[in-house]
Structures are given as C-alpha cells and as structure tokens.
T-cell receptor, first 116, second 109 residues
Framework: IAGITQAPTSQILAAGRRMTLRCTQD?????MYWYRQDLGLGLRLIHY???????GKGEVPDGYSVSRANTDDFPLTLASAVPSQTSVYFC???????????????FGEGSRLTVL | GQNIDQPTEMTATEGAIVQINCTYQ??????LFWYQQHAGEAPTFLSY??LDGLEEKGRFSSFLSRSKGYSYLLLKELQMKDSASYLC??????????WGAGTKLIIKP
C-alpha cells in the first residue's frame, strides 16, 4: 500500500531554476493539498485541489503553481526558485473536498528543498 | 485574524501523563484535529473533535470546548516512542485548516 508518494525526497537547487515536486496518490481521494513546513511555523497551505480539473490558492501561493490533470497526480512547480522557498514540502490528500474538510489528511513523506 | 496557540515544547517522564493544550480563534469552526509528527517524518492523524467533550482512543484522548475555543490532547502511560511534535489544527467556516506551530514533546526515562 503506497498511499502518497512524493519525489524527490531531497533536492538542492540554485536560485532562479525551475523545479517540480511530484505527488501521486493511489487512494482515489478527491482532495489534494500542498503544504510547506518551516521551523517555528505551522503548516501553511500553498495550493489545493478539491477534485481533478480544479485548483485553488491557499495561504502562501506566490511563486508556486499546481495542476490536477487527473485524480492521482498533483505536481507543484516553482517557476523560478528563491532562497525563501527553502522548506519541507508536504503533499496530502483526503476523502472530502476542500468544502468539507472533516476527514483526516494523509501526508506524503515530504520533500526537503534547499534553494541556494 | 485566525490563530492557533499551543506550547512550543513540553517535557514528561516515561509512564506519566501529559496534557497538551491548544486554543484557537477562527472565523467559524468546523472541528479540530490533532496530528502526531515524529522528527523528519510526515504528520499522522490522531483525532478529530467537532462536538464538546472527551474522545478516548486507547492511551490518547482529545477534549474540545467550543465555547472556550480550547482543546487538549491527553497522553497516558507515556512511552519513549511518544516523543514527537503534536500539531493542533482547527477547521474554519470555509473548511480550511488553520495549523498551530506544534508542541514538541520530550519524554525522559
């Protein structure tokens, strides 16, 4: 049982480079989310998707984009990375859509990104 | 604004009981979650409360008071493996999760 798979698990990249973090789930969940986690701060929502074909902006969307072409995949792209995007990124999914967030979130193992 | 407050760090002894508090201020409220996160790992679901009262699940219990904007997570018979961060998150009127910064729990033998 895979659940949610993220790749890469860790990456160092130069500022200005483009980077895509991949996220795949095999639970057929409708909703998917991208969070970043920084020391001393709570998880912050970057973008979300209630269902395939739709996406929405979270709390900190600037500098990031997402797509949801199908149920399973939800990649996060940094068009031109900056050092402030150094963080641990978690992809998550849930049964409910963003309009009924009463179900538990299932998280991937995280992608640790360092932008130099 | 919306806010979640929980202590940054707590220390407890193996075998003892510890209570981790969480207060929240949200625009509307649709439930409160607790997650456990071991260092370097992903958060995992512990509990969800939407009604006032205590929900017990083995060694872990979670309490909610909607009128006070308050919740706590109670861990009994502490084990070394309970050393982790505990994240409190409230769901607002738009069903968006507002996360606290987490409480790092250190268990000593």
């Amino acid at each position: 049982i895979a659940g949610i798979t993220q790749a890469p698990t860790s990456q160092i990249l130069a500022a200005g480079r483009r980077m895509t973090l991949r996220c795949t789930q095999d639970m057929r969940h409708n909703a998917m989310y991208w969070y970043r986690q920084d020391l001393g701060l709570g998880l912050r929502l970057i973008h979300y998707s209630n269902t395939a074909g739709t996406t929405g902006k979270g709390e900190v969307p600037d500098g990031y984009s997402v797509s949801r072409a199908n149920t399973d995949d939800f990649p996060l792209t940094l068009a031109s990375a900056v050092p402030s995007q150094t963080s641990v990124y978690f992809c998550a999914s849930s049964d409910g859509s963003g309009g009924s967030n009463t179900g538990e979130l299932f998280f991937g193992e995280g992608s640790r990104l360092t932008v130099l | 604004g919306q806010n979640i407050d929980q202590p940054t760090e707590m220390t407890a002894t193996e075998g003892a009981i510890v209570q981790i508090n969480c207060t929240y201020q949200t625009s509307g409220f649709n439930g409160l979650f607790w997650y456990q996160q071991h260092a370097g790992e992903a958060p995992t679901f512990l509990s969800y409360n939407v009604l006032d009262g205590l929900e017990e699940k083995g060694r872990f219990s979670s309490f909610l008071s909607r009128s006070k904007g308050y919740s706590y997570l109670l861990l009994k018979e502490l084990q070394m493996k309970d050393s982790a961060s505990y994240l409190c998150a409230a769901t607002d009127s738009n069903y968006q999760l507002i996360w606290g910064a987490g409480t790092k729990l250190i268990i000593k033998p």
